[in-house]
Nanobody, 116 residues
């Protein structure tokens, strides 16, 4: 059974940092392209960052460029989203998504709240 589990969310003050993790089980995670999405209250789900099976990465949300990075550790079956200089507008539920030739899996999400 395939499972993606996000962790690392929480409450952080503006300017702070968090590292989100997406841990996979039941799949050969290294072959998957993995993406981070986020969804803020009342807004559509937004693509934040993508990392391919070869480790090539893109930050797709203009609002987080220069502040967020995506990386992966295939030995640990985990993809990370390092978030720095957090702003209140980064508040959202963050989801990871794994895709391999149309086989798509989602995690349950982790809440990130940026507030003083």
């Amino acid at each position: 059974q395939v499972q993606l589990v996000e962790s690392g969310g929480g409450l952080v003050q503006p300017g702070g940092s968090l590292r989100l993790s997406c841990a996979a089980s039941g799949v050969t995670f290294s072959v998957y392209t993995v993406s981070w999405y986020r969804q803020a209250p009342g807004k559509e789900r937004e693509l934040v960052a993508v990392i391919t099976n070869s480790g090539a990465s893109t930050i797709d949300a203009d609002s987080v460029k220069g502040r967020f990075t995506i990386s992966r550790d295939n030995a640990k079956n985990t993809v990370y989203l390092q978030m720095s200089s957090l702003k209140p507008e980064d508040t959202a539920v963050y989801y990871c998504n794994a895709n391999y030739w149309g086989n798509i899996y989602w995690g349950q999400g982790t809440q990130v709240t940026v507030s003083s």
